[in-house]
């Protein structure tokens, strides 16, 4: 009998029971709004990394997890019923066109800046330093450790030795700047008045911060919409989900068959769609709604059950990305490595939340954590930030993120395609090729800077001193 999941989920869940605990005692963890499965992804991150191997535990395990569990919490947000108070004033196009160009920035800045920074060490200190290096910021930071480790394993054939090991370094730095920023920035946000005013009035009016509910107290959560002596209503909402996802399997299996027609190049993109699953999942979630609706079944589903499985995914997914991280890493090319991260936190922490103040039409303090989170771990870690202040993302902003997401995947494709380039021109003696990269991210900066202008419009540069510009300040 295999227990191998078993002990891993009970791994995950005591440290997540643990981070609950600590949250629940520790006034500090209460006062900086720390999520417990942030809290409990660290205390696995030390546990995978010297205790586990002892017991014969592999933390590859928790990267399988994740990505279903990812692609899960997208299913089921997918899966609810629309709002009555749906925009019909055009904003949700709006933030569609808002949120590709600011994901467009953050991959356009990170290939960029990163690998400028390798031509500075390159040309000053270290001659022989791997052009590619300065990837692996984007693929740590913005892709997340499962493409920063499948992207730069065919890069230590060509001579960089010890290649993945930097890329997952890359993104566990990803993952500390993202999680301790994110949580510095909300409560900043606060203080400064960042937030709008229904988020924040209730954070300020929240009577207790230790992450439960008040003896006594209560707080409605989810509904019946089925019979129990038929099927329970968690079961339903369950077995819909999961048929979603039998169905996103099945299209993006049809999809790779295609694919692999081509080539290798066939093969190389059909690899990067299984990475972003969740958008497949989200797209297989909206036609098993729809059937539903023209069914007239719809109305058995309950949002705040929805809503329970979502909250439940993205928990158990934030603490096996932190997990998953491997402490090694960071002893390799230490020098090259802290620079990049430098770069990161500043394109990160400063750059993105000045422009996506400017950028945003609506909920814009909400809509940069979430793009903060991702730009600086994976997609669950911007979703653990936006619900300390959204808890059941009631707002739209979690759901605008992921379809905009999936176009930008159509926007940077060509960097997928060229991403090699920096490797070849170390294997082929050959810096034209590293110049070529360079050219490249060069203009997709450049396009952003255009696009960002034209969106934003009279706010675009509008008190540049200002960190986070708000109608008040």
Request: proline share 4%; net charge neutral; aromatic share 14%.
């Amino acid at each position: 009998m295999d227990f191998g999941y078993v002990l891993n989920l009970g791994a995950v869940s005591v440290a997540l029971l643990i981070g609950a605990l600590l949250r629940a005692k520790v006034p500090f963890l209460q006062r900086f709004l720390i999520p417990s499965s942030i809290i409990g992804g660290f205390f696995l991150l030390f546990f995978y990394n010297f205790a586990a191997p002892q017991l014969g535990l592999d933390s590859t395990v928790l990267d399988q997890l994740m990505y279903h569990l990812l692609n899960v919490s997208f299913i089921a947000m997918a899966l609810r019923n629309p709002s009555d108070d749906k925009p019909k004033d055009g904003s949700g196009r709006k933030a569609f066109f808002q949120n590709v160009a600011a994901i467009f920035g953050q991959y356009g800045l990170q290939c960029f800046f990163g690998l400028l920074a390798t031509l500075v060490m390159m040309v000053t200190v270290f001659p022989d330093l791997f052009p590619a290096i300065g990837l692996t910021l984007p693929l740590g930071f913005e892709l997340g450790p499962g493409q920063a480790y499948s992207m730069t394993a065919p890069w230590e054939p060509l001579g960089f030795e010890g290649g993945t090991s930097v890329g997952l370094a890359m993104a566990a730095a990803g993952f500390i700047v993202g999680s301790i920023g994110g949580v510095i920035l909300i409560n900043i946000g606060i203080r400064k008045g960042w937030l709008d005013k229904k988020h924040a009035e209730a954070l300020r009016t929240r009577s207790l911060f230790s992450g439960f509910l008040p003896k006594g107290g209560s707080r409605e959560g989810s509904r019946l919409t089925s019979e129990g002596e038929s099927i329970d209503t968690l079961s339903y909402h369950v077995a819909l989900i999961m048929a979603s996802y039998l169905l996103s399997w099945a299209m993006l299996t049809v999809v790779e068959k295609l694919l692999l027609l081509i080539g290798p190049a066939g093969a190389e993109i059909a690899s990067t769609l299984w990475g972003i699953n969740f958008i497949f999942s989200m797209f297989a979630a909206a036609i098993v709604h729809k059937i539903m609706v023209a069914a007239g079944i719809s109305y058995t589903i309950d949002n705040g059950t929805m809503n329970r499985i979502n909250g439940l995914s993205v928990d158990l997914t934030v603490a096996c990305c932190l997990g998953a991280i491997s402490l090694t890493a960071l002893a390799s090319y230490f020098v090259p490595v802290l620079v990049l991260i430098v770069v990161g936190i500043i394109i990160t922490c400063f750059i993105l939340p000045w422009y996506s103040s400017r950028l945003y039409s609506d909920y814009a303090f909400l809509r940069m954590l979430v793009l903060f989170g991702t730009a600086t771990g994976t997609l669950p870690t911007g979703l653990s930030l936006l619900r300390v202040v959204d808890p059941d993302f009631e707002t739209p902003v979690a759901r605008d993120y992921a379809y905009a997401s999936g176009m930008v995947f159509v926007f940077v494709f060509p960097l997928i395609l060229f991403v090699n380039l920096p490797a070849y021109s170390y294997s082929q003696n050959n810096p034209a090729l590293f110049y070529t990269m360079l050219a490249i991210t060069g203009v997709y900066t450049l396009i952003f800077i255009a696009v960002y202008k034209i969106l934003a419009g009279k706010k675009a540069f509008k008190k540049m001193g200002t960190f986070f510009y708000t109608e008040n300040n």
